[in-house]
T-cell receptor
Framework: GAVVSQHPSRVICKSGTSVKIECRSL??????MFWYRQFPKQSLMLMAT?????????EQGVEKDKFLINHASLTLSTLTVTSAHPEDSSFYIC??????????FGPGTRLTVL | KQEVTQIPAALSVPEGENLVLNCSFT??????LQWFRQDPGKGLTSLLL?????REQTSGRLNASLDKSSGRSTLYIAASQPGDSATYLC????????????FGSGTRLLVRP
């Protein structure tokens, strides 16, 4: 199966700081990247869809100015949580699209905002 | 708007039992349906993927079925083991160019030794 990495796996930060999460597809090129978040004991909710070289499309209720997504290359996408607050504490998972195949997911990043 | 529901939300069974997890979706226009496993605090592990043209897929002790007309999928786990304890998520992939996965809320499975 496809290999996807996320960095960092876990981050703890103070309220008001910004956090960048990297997602890399290691053995395939992903033209599309999905970013999900998962609150405790809840399912994955899609935040945004990004296509390489273009602006991301955000789901309803997700603030685009708070969750900055960059998909600069076919193997790397980043999610930056700006001015993080405790309510942003969540599990963030990226999912690069491999055409014709199922969903592949990164191992996730646990964000805790104090 | 596609909505995916999973029943039951939680399930506790003794080791060795066969069990069925249910997933229903409101929009039958799906590209495929996937079942995932998630261990606590971990990412997702893909278990089975059923294309919209298929009726079922099997992998080891797992069998997943798909009935698009009724908007249902089931995951059958045979001879359950304590190591099967995890949350099981189903996700429907929309039949459009977005390839977005819409997830159900999951079933938390506990297999007791």
């Amino acid at each position: 199966g496809a290999v996807v990495s996320q960095h960092p796996s876990r981050v703890i930060c103070k309220s008001g700081t910004s956090v960048k999460i990297e997602c890399r597809s290691l053995d395939f090129q992903a033209t599309t990247m999905f970013w999900y978040r998962q609150f405790p004991k809840q399912s994955l909710m899609l935040m945004a869809t990004s296509n390489e070289g273009s602006k991301a499309t955000y789901e309803q209720g997700v603030e685009k100015d708070k969750f900055l997504i960059n998909h600069a290359s076919l193997t790397l996408s980043t999610l930056t949580v700006t001015s993080a607050h405790p309510e942003d504490s969540s599990f963030y998972i990226c999912s690069p699209r491999l055409a014709g195949a199922g969903g592949y997911f990164g191992p996730g990043t646990r964000l805790t905002v104090l | 708007k596609q909505e995916v529901t999973q029943i039951p939300a939680a399930l506790s069974v003794p080791e060795g039992e066969n069990l069925v997890l249910n997933c229903s979706f409101t929009d039958s226009a799906i590209y495929n349906l996937q079942w995932f496993r998630q261990d606590p605090g971990k990412g997702l592990t893909s278990l089975l993927l059923i294309q919209s043209s298929q009726r079922e897929q099997t992998s080891g002790r797992l069998n997943a079925s798909l009935d698009k007309s009724s908007g249902r999928s089931t995951l059958y786990i045979a001879a359950s083991q304590p190591g099967d304890s995890a949350t099981y998520l189903c996700a429907a992939v929309r039949m459009d160019s977005s390839y977005k996965l819409i997830f159900g809320s999951g079933t938390r499975l506990l297999v007791r030794p």
